[in-house]
């Protein structure tokens, strides 16, 4: 089997992608990670049988059309399938709804989701045949689990983690003013709901920033790392929190690695405060900053965190630690909140997600087309995308997504180097009781011409018998 593996954001997904390739490399499969903006132009020059894509939404259904036309078999493994809406464009009925009504359900073979939630709403709704439907857990969260979390750098650092989720009202990747709103309802958002959600968040945004800054210069001795989410800028946060000596803006690495380190994390309606439960760290919700409407948006992370009414209950928890953390029941909320939504903490979702791919009984249709290529992948390709299309099968995408990322400097985050992922991967073999030489991570290049791409292919070496 030659699997590609479509990768979104890499400070977020890759480790758990890296993972999951190691899985699937270590059950004979090749696997090719692949960065999600060069998709269009990689699939059809690697050879693959299988494609598990990152998620499904009507802004990729075209392009996952036309693999699926070229005889892929196509899965999805939703990259942010966890903290789901009660109601809304992401909550588990609509999800069901628009995979089977958008015509996602008539080309996908399969179907991965992080909790039982979501998979119950498919099933319900007989979205997808049930064998098509996996309960497996999300791979990236595999290193919280006991098993996988001596590969985080878990040294102590007794700062408080402050994590921020307001990529909709401070982008990072968007310019375009209503770029964000336009997105959430061609996800099936209503409109008027989005606006006023939007007014609220804006203030929300600047009283978390205006609350952390209190509490830095309240706490001057207490180091305090703001990390924004990985679709947002950092510039706003730096020019609210650069007169404090006590915080540093950093939002590099693994966030799994910052909560390891961390004393406790500090946030509002943020996901992340799963990740903390799963790696026994006190969250600390700034509840006291909701207004009805952000407050609804998504509940799960509220229901998983240690609730501040005010900012003198948030320093009191800040000044005590230690107790509130004994007594909060980390395996209670698990069990009460997060399994629904985030599965089992077993370390074994990557192997879950593998054994149904190496067990499907797809037969072998390697697609490689250069015409494919040339025009993304789409069936209607835009002048842009035929430009890059060319540009790709003449230089290589390795090459072209280099020479992007000086148009668009924010790409930057969004490549991945070869050797980050023989790192990651080699930490994972040895972690894992294997012989690091035994697994490869080299650039990908196309079947036909021999050009380097961006993607990266995973392979194990045959053993001699």
């Not at 494609?51 to 996952?64: F, I, P």
Request: proline residues 5%; charged residues 20%.
């Amino acid at each position: 089997m030659r699997i590609g593996w479509v990768v979104d954001h890499p400070k977020r997904d890759l480790a758990g992608s890296v993972l999951a390739a190691y899985q699937l490399a270590s059950r004979g499969a090749s696997v090719v990670i692949i960065p999600m903006y060069e998709q269009g132009v990689d699939v059809p020059r690697l050879g693959l049988d299988t494609l598990v894509a990152n998620y499904a939404r009507a802004a990729n259904l075209d392009l996952m059309r036309s693999f699926a036309a070229a005889g892929l078999a196509l899965y999805v493994l939703d990259t942010e399938g966890g903290v789901l809406a009660e109601k809304g464009g992401n909550s588990p009925p609509a999800m069901a709804a628009h995979i089977r009504s958008s015509g996602y359900a008539d080309i996908l073979s399969g179907y991965f989701f992080w909790g039982g939630q979501l998979h119950k709403a498919f099933n319900d709704t007989e979205t997808m045949p049930p064998g098509q439907l996996h309960l497996t857990g999300c791979p990236r969260f595999d290193f919280a689990a006991p098993r996988w979390r001596k590969l985080l750098d878990g040294k102590r650092r007794g700062y408080l983690l402050v994590n921020a989720n307001f990529p909709l009202v401070n982008s990072r990747f968007s310019s375009k003013p209503g770029a964000e709103r336009e997105t959430m309802v061609r996800a099936g958002w209503d409109g008027a709901y989005i606006d006023r959600f939007l007014i609220d968040l804006k203030q929300v945004f600047a009283n978390y920033l205006a609350e952390i800054a209190r509490l830095a210069a309240a706490r001057p001795d207490q180091a305090i790392l703001v990390r924004p989410h990985p679709f947002e800028s950092e510039e706003v946060y730096r020019n609210a929190l650069g007169q404090y000596s006590n915080v540093t803006v950093d939002g590099t690495g693994s966030v799994l690695d910052m909560i390891q380190n961390a004393a406790a994390i500090i946030h509002l309606n943020c996901g992340t405060a799963v990740e903390a439960v799963l790696l026994e760290k006190l969250p600390i919700q700034l509840e006291y900053l909701n207004t009805p409407t952000t407050a609804g948006h998504a509940r799960l992370p509220a229901r998983v965190s240690r609730a501040a009414a005010s900012f003198d209950e948030l320093l009191a928890m800040v000044d005590d630690l230690d107790a509130e953390t004994a007594r909060f029941d980390f395996a209670g909320v698990h069990a009460a909140d997060i399994d629904a939504f985030f599965y089992r903490n077993d370390g074994l979702a990557a192997e879950r997600v593998a054994d149904v791919l190496v067990g499907a009984a797809h037969p072998r249709n390697a697609f490689v087309s250069l015409s494919s290529a040339l025009r993304g992948t789409r069936p209607n390709p835009s002048i842009g995308q035929i430009a890059k299309g060319a540009a790709s099968v003449l230089l290589g995408s390795a090459a072209t997504e280099k020479l992007r990322t000086f148009v668009s400097p924010a790409r930057r985050d969004k490549r991945i180097a070869p050797s980050t992922v023989a790192a990651m991967l080699e930490r994972i073999a040895v972690h894992d009781g294997q012989a690091p030489s035994l697994f490869t991570a080299a650039r990908a290049r196309c079947q036909t011409t021999g050009l380097p791409l961006a993607s990266i292919a995973i392979e194990k070496r045959p053993t001699r018998a």
